[in-house]
């Protein structure tokens, strides 16, 4: 029994100690073999690599993928006329070469991380001192993100490389600090309230004046239209006239019985009209009784 306890035991220790001798890289990664303190080599490929057991050799593995660093503070820098402006930016960087950016940088991700925040702060508070606002919000932004990633590159890649790359620099971001942002709004609204009063003071001046317009044009419209229609009205009237007098030259007999109708329907033509006068004496109804006029 006893034995067999040893043979185990044996075989459990030399499983952990050749488990110990191997170790996988994956491809996100490289493998980093330490001996004594010292890098011993890189590995670059993925797959199972093996190694000595500790402490006479240590494995560490450092991304190799492509980093993503966000500013890490709000902290305002002045501009070429002396205003205080925050902006946020971002840098896209990766590990190119793992012993140099040990031995420069530092062992992790975060280490690279904090050296390259102070190098970008460092060159956009350079830059931006040269620019005024206008040129770093429109006109070149563009350039200013160009030459700041210029200068990171130039500072990783010094005399003692960074091992590192720099794929971009960006900014998302740019504004007045806060103190100065209220004041610019205000200052925008002002602007803004002038230009609308001013807008409506021209509309209602305009309006008055197409409302004058346009009373006038209805004035002399409604001019016209009255001349028209009473040089028509007269024309008519000389033109019934005319007729009429025609005839009843014709037959005056009929003229005389067409005015004496006029005459009844001007007289008792309406409801309630009455008429206080001797139907049988009177020659005002005389064409109705058939009998003829006196003259």
């Known amino acids: 029994m006893n034995k067999v306890g040893f ?40 797959g199972l690599n093996f190694k000595l057991p500790p402490p006479f050799q240590n494995v560490s593995y450092i991304d190799k993928r492509l980093l993503t660093l966000d500013s890490m503070d709000t902290e305002p820098m002045l501009t070429a006329e002396k205003q205080r402006v925050v902006i946020d930016w971002y840098v896209r960087w990766r590990i190119t ?47 200013l993100m160009a030459d700041v990633k210029r200068e990171v590159t130039e500072a990783v890649k010094g005399e003692k490389p ?32 002038r ?37 028509v009205r007269g024309e008519g009237d000389a033109e019934a006239t005319r007729v009429y007098g025609e005839a009843f ?12 109708l006029d005459a009844y329907k001007a007289s008792i033509g309406q409801k309630g009209d009455v008429l206080v006068i001797d139907p049988q004496s009177s020659d005002f109804f005389r064409n109705l009784r058939g009998a003829p006029t006196r003259r």
Request: proline content about 2%; charged content about 30%.
């Open 7 to 46: 043979i185990g035991t044996t075989v459990i220790i030399l499983l952990g100690l050749l488990a110990s001798t191997m170790f996988v890289v994956d491809q996100r990664q490289f493998g980093v073999v330490y001996q004594l303190g010292q890098i011993q080599k890189v590995i670059t490929e993925p």
């Open 249 to 260: 030259g014709r037959d005056p007999q009929f003229a005389e019985f067409y005015r004496s």
């Open 162 to 193: 960074w091992g590192m790359d720099i794929v971009d620099v960006r900014i998302t971001r740019a504004d007045y600090v806060e103190s100065i942002t209220e004041s610019v709004y205000r200052r925008m609204q002002a602007e803004r309230q």
């Open 97 to 143: 070469d793992p012993q140099a950016y040990i031995r420069n940088v530092g062992l992790d991700e975060n280490a690279g991380a904090m050296q390259l925040n102070r190098v970008v702060r460092n060159a956009f508070q350079e830059e931006i001192n040269r620019r005024t606002v206008r040129e770093l919000i429109s006109t070149r932004r563009e350039t």
């Open 195 to 231: 230009v609308a009063n001013e807008l409506r003071s021209t509309g209602a001046a305009e309006g008055e004046q197409i409302r004058a317009d346009a009373d006038r044009q209805r004035e002399v419209t409604v001019a016209n239209a009255y001349r028209d229609a009473e040089k």
